[in-house]
């Protein structure tokens, strides 16, 4: 019984994603024909084509990429630093910064749009990638120093007592020693903060000002045109394409996924 309930709400889940891939296929009368065709009748690559040939597709593309990049690598470098920072040293306020960090958590990424908004707007950085990546780091960061402190506690502080008896430096223990160790928790993070940066439609529609500037979600509203309608082939292929590579690195990692949430969850 409990395996019939599971698989019928994995066929509930898995549904949009197929009808997606079956209209990516489809030429466009099938598209539109009021009777639902479940499997295209003359497949076609057309909506594809279509897609990568929508204006500013690669300059799209490469904002994605561009922001996508420094967005894990900032939330990498500053996660590991502050999770070490809280896991190995004792000071004053390390509870309250937990506790701050937990709350930050709990709220919705469209919870800080707005304060978010009215300090670049302040700063006149409205337009710019800095904004955009300013944005994405703050709202992956709690997550990422939550999951890596996790893996930092798990490590025995006789690795680098050992470490430091052998005459190491502080960074030297934390690039030599503890990075290998805490690596599946990297990957975690990473993946995660890639996916965040990905995906978002809100934070860029509402920041970019320029159509040269958008990110692929953005890229993907521009197949609605007021005069002749929603290319939904050419919506479908380009949901199709931008899917992907979530697609791909999940399947590669998600091991090291499941692993670096657990472990945030449970450890310290």
């Known amino acids: 019984m409990k395996n019939a ?3 019928v709400f994995c066929l509930v889940w898995i549904f ?4 997606m891939v079956n209209t990516a296929f489809k030429p466009r009368p099938e598209v539109m024909t009021p009777e639902p065709h479940f499997w295209p009748h003359h497949p076609t690559l057309d909506n594809f084509t279509a897609a990568v040939t929508q204006p500013q597709f690669l300059t799209n593309l490469g904002n994605s990429v561009l922001v996508v990049a420094v967005t894990v690598v900032a ?5 590991i630093l502050a999770a070490a920072a809280l896991s190995r040293f004792r000071f004053p306020g390390r509870r309250t910064i937990m506790v701050v960090i937990l709350a930050v958590q709990m709220l919705p990424a469209t919870a800080m749009l707005i304060p978010l908004f009215t300090m670049f707007n302040r700063l006149d950085l409205l337009g710019t990638y800095t904004a955009l990546i300013l944005a994405y780091v703050a709202t992956v960061l709690p997550f990422s120093i939550w999951v890596m402190r996790g893996f930092f506690v798990a490590v025995p502080a006789e690795v680098e007592e050992a470490a430091q008896i052998d005459g190491a430096t502080t960074w030297r223990i934390l690039v030599s020693v503890l990075f290998p160790l805490v690596a599946p928790g990297v990957i975690a993070t990473g993946i995660f903060a890639f996916i965040a940066a990905w995906n978002d439609y809100l934070i860029a529609y509402t920041f970019m000002q320029d159509e040269s500037a958008y990110t692929l979600p953005v890229w993907l509203a521009s197949f609605t045109n007021p005069h002749t309608g929603t290319d939904f082939g050419a919506q479908m292929a ?3 394409i931008f899917a992907a590579p979530v697609v ?3 399947l590669i ?3 090291n996924l499941v692993a670096g949430m657990s472990a945030g969850a449970v450890k310290g």
Do not use: K, M, T
């Open 248 to 250: 791909v690195f999940f």
């Open 75 to 79: 939330s990498i470098v500053l996660g």
């Open 5 to 7: 309930i599971a698989a």
């Open 238 to 240: 380009a949901s199709v």
């Open 16 to 19: 949009p994603v197929y009808w």
């Open 253 to 255: 990692i998600q091991r």
